[in-house]
């Protein structure tokens, strides 16, 4: 566990509130493209954020058209636009290919240097089956299975191959080692694996994995885990909750809903003007100095916090512009360096290959 | 018989890069070659290329690393990048140049592969493509949720199905669908999407897609099977014509001839698809060194390991023990099939057949192994000064065999550098060649129309949306 408070931030859409496009700085006709997502990934690296989610489903949430576009792509555009911060894309194990997957966040990885997450999703997604055409598990406990094998799975696919598998031997002409390289063999309820994985191993070796906290049992937390999400309406069970989840042998990491006082409106004004909404996470509303005190007091009761904008274009200003410049001066919080792979950002150790350990025991 | 192509003295000469083939083309033991999976690799081959104002930058794909008599192929270039999260990324350091993602229409699900390829051409801003693949078999579907599901001759019935299904999701919001103002009722309007529902023999698809319009309305569609299937395919659905036919004009004229048939047939203008053949370059000051260096490069493609591997593969044997230096083995090839289902890079016809056709050129040309593997070599290649090629590029493509060329380097990531350095110019003194973008999309750099579904009239089960 770190003496810091590592800080992430969820970067899609125009933010948290469903209304926030109203104050956004520009239209929703122009959110879309290249140039918004230069701004969000240029914005989220400079405010010195350890991480930002990429929250994305491959249908709209209900039956009103949503404008989103796949996540693991928006987070390899901006992955190199920027060179310390992390980026954690949100995928439904149900809606993919587990092999597919596997060669994107490796890939993500690649072209990343080191800084690939994934952002393990399961929302309902009703629909999902009929937008696939095939089956989905639909009951809890499938669901939940989907999840674990899916990860599983995938880890097992980025040790496919060695860190030193390529090995260019001039003499014998060999381009690899073959026998670094091996068959996964999964078998799971809803699909099979042959592998090898078609992407070398990532520089990470695997890159981190962040999953909410409800998707695994917790004994189902280690080896799958990385970082556990915490998002809970009362922030003092949410601490508490963050507790549980460390002695798992994950990093915990907090979800924060943050609507700042801003030069032009207090955060009640911002949020009178927004309109009610319901959240299932804690929030924090109010002026800088008081979030700077909460995130310094959360400082060793959790690893981490996942700050979630109200409004991207209000909010992210005053917390790149304020608040992390006053935690980095108290040594609370500090922006990633360069040249960094996120584990090491974040305190997680480099994980051994499974096949290595397979082969040694 | 078809029509003769009608030559065109204007025409421009369009060029991509193909980055890279899992095959022994790329020369990875030599001194300058380096990573094949670093970032920087990636960076350096599409900053040279749109320096040389290339129209596209082409990454392949391949779902199951290769195989030779069942263990993995390890000879050759192994392990790629996913091809969209690949090009994402170098979207975000490139302006012009157009991104092409090779994608299997067979193992992928429709919905999630249109959202993807999609989003790859909002964020270029209208510069993605999408080069169709099919497989059928089993041992590639062994990595995927449905297995081996796919018949044989169902290949391009299901690819069919999946393009016209990605077509009908780009189409699906309508160009006002985003609102303009910060009072607007919605962000977006309720009747700017319509909900994609699609039928088919091998897919099912029933999806309100996420995605908005891009600037070029839909990704450019490539495609490169050779057989008849693939070529009445690729007449009935794509732009672009990923062919092996460019090294022989008569080859080249020919095989033009054949797909402005099928696309008249298949009820398209006669040029509405492009033809770029994948060939290799080898440029020297003279004709003469120009020749040399070829002979050194196949030398250094064909080494004494992978002489023995694709004679093992003619012959259907591991013949992985021989002296690629010495004499042919006496054991016949085996009588089975070619299996082609193992990322082979050939294979079709009678093996036992193949195998005498080699003994016998060996034997009358007292050719050792690997001298002879290197004889068989398919010569694709364009070789000579860069004035020598530039010409020879410009007649076929003014002849009307071809629209341009898609360039393999031998040499990662260097291996573009003299095409862009002396080649390029040349194309340019010639009146061939752009000197600089005049279109931001990759469908303006092709000069391509609209996409099929986006005309008047289109085909009978096309519906233009109001």
Request: aromatic share 6%; proline share 7%.
């Amino acid at each position: 566990m770190t003496d810091h408070l590592s800080l992430a931030v969820e970067i899609d859409g125009s933010g948290r509130h469903p209304e926030s496009w109203r104050r956004s700085s520009r239209t929703p006709a122009e959110s879309v493209g290249p140039r918004r997502w230069t701004r969000a990934a240029r914005g989220a690296e400079n405010a010195g954020f350890a991480l930002a989610t990429v929250s994305d489903a491959p249908l709209p949430s209900g039956q009103v058209p949503q404008p989103r576009l796949d996540a693991v792509l928006r987070a390899s555009f901006a992955s190199n636009l920027t060179s310390r911060i992390g980026w954690a894309p949100q995928v439904h194990p149900r809606a993919v290919e587990p092999f597919h997957l596997a060669a994107q966040l490796a890939s993500l990885d690649h072209a990343s240097r080191g800084r690939a997450a994934w952002l393990v999703g399961d929302d309902d997604l009703p629909g999902l089956a009929a937008a696939l055409g095939r089956d989905v598990p639909t009951a809890p406990e499938a669901r939940r299975r989907e999840v674990v094998q899916v990860i599983d799975a995938v880890r097992r696919l980025w040790d496919s191959w060695d860190d030193d598998a390529v090995v260019k031997d001039v003499a014998t002409g060999r381009y690899i080692d073959a026998d670094r390289v091996r068959y996964t063999d999964v078998e799971a309820d809803t699909f099979t694996i042959r592998g090898a994985l078609i992407t070398p191993r990532p520089p990470q070796g695997q890159p981190v994995v962040l999953v909410p906290d409800g998707l695994l049992r917790d004994e189902e937390v280690p080896g799958r885990a990385d970082v556990v999400l915490v998002g809970h309406p009362d922030l003092g069970a949410g601490v508490a909750r963050a507790a549980d989840v460390r002695r798992l042998g994950a990093l915990a990491f907090l979800d924060l809903r943050v609507t700042l006082d801003t030069p032009g409106a207090t955060s009640a004004e911002r949020l009178l003007a927004l309109g009610a909404d319901h959240d299932d996470v804690a929030s924090y509303d109010g002026d800088v100095a008081g979030l700077v005190a909460l995130l310094t007091s959360l400082r060793g009761e959790v690893d981490g916090v996942r700050l979630l904008p109200t409004v991207l274009d209000e909010d992210l200003p005053v917390l790149a512009g304020h608040v992390l410049p006053a935690l980095s001066l108290a040594r609370v919080a500090h922006p990633p360096r360069p040249a960094t792979h996120l584990r090491t950002t974040l305190g997680l150790p480099r994980p051994a290959n499974r096949f290595d350990q397979e082969v040694a025991s | 018989m078809t029509a003769p192509v009608p030559p065109r003295p204007d025409a421009q000469v369009h060029l991509g890069v193909f980055f890279q083939g899992v095959n022994h083309h790329t020369v990875w033991s030599d001194a300058e070659s380096g990573s094949q999976i670093d970032p920087l690799s990636f960076e350096r081959v599409v900053r040279t290329a749109e320096r040389g104002l290339f129209d596209a930058f082409f990454l392949g794909e391949g779902l199951r690393l290769r195989e030779t008599h069942g263990r993995l192929h390890d000879l050759d270039v192994v392990g790629r990048p996913d091809a969209l999260t690949e090009l994402a990324s170098l979207a975000a350091i490139t302006s012009r140049i157009g991104l092409v993602a090779t994608q299997n229409a067979t193992y992928n699900d429709p919905a999630d592969l249109a959202r993807r390829l999609a989003t790859l051409d909002v964020l270029s801003g209208g510069r993605a493509a999408w080069n169709v693949v099919t497989t059928d078999n089993a041992w590639t579907g062994a990595n995927f949720r449905r297995g081996g599901y796919l018949d044989h001759t169902d290949r391009y019935v299901r690819a069919e199905e999946v393009v016209r299904t990605a077509q009908a999701i780009w189409d699906s919001w309508s160009d006002d669908a985003l609102a303009t103002s910060h009072d607007a009722p919605h962000a977006v309007a309720p009747d700017g999407v319509r909900r994609v529902v699609r039928e088919g023999a091998t897919l099912a698809v029933d999806v309100l897609p996420t995605v908005p319009r891009s600037p070029q309305q839909h990704p450019v569609l490539f495609q490169a099977g050779d057989s008849p299937d693939g070529r009445t395919f690729a007449a009935r659905n794509v732009d672009v014509i990923f062919s092996a036919h460019g090294s022989d004009l008569d080859d080249a004229l020919a095989f033009a001839a054949d797909v402005r048939a099928r696309t008249v047939a298949a009820g398209r203008p006669a040029d509405d698809v492009k033809i770029l053949p994948g060939i290799s370059i080898v440029l020297a000051d003279t004709d003469a060194e120009a020749e040399e260096k070829r002979r050194w490069l196949t030398r250094a493609q064909v080494t004494g390991a992978t002489a023995l591997s694709l004679l093992g593969h003619v012959w259907g044997r591991d013949l992985s023990h021989l002296d690629p230096d010495g004499p042919l083995p006496p054991v016949d090839a085996a009588d089975s099939a070619f299996d082609g289902s193992r990322g082979a890079a050939f294979g079709r016809g009678d093996r036992r057949a193949l195998a005498q056709q080699w003994r016998d050129r060996a034997e009358a040309e007292g050719l050792t192994i690997r001298e002879l593997v290197i004889a068989q070599e398919r010569r694709s290649a364009f070789v000579g000064s860069p004035a020598t090629v530039a010409d020879r590029m410009v007649r076929f493509v003014r002849s009307g065999a071809v629209d341009g060329f898609n360039i393999s380097p031998w040499i990662v990531p260097d291996g573009l550098e003299d095409v862009v350095e002396l080649l390029v110019p040349e194309l340019q003194d010639r009146g061939a060649y752009r000197t600089a973008y005049t279109g931001t999309t990759l469908r303006e750099h092709l000069g391509l129309r609209a996409p099929l579904t986006r005309r008047a009239p289109a085909r009978p089960d096309a519906r233009v949306p109001a």
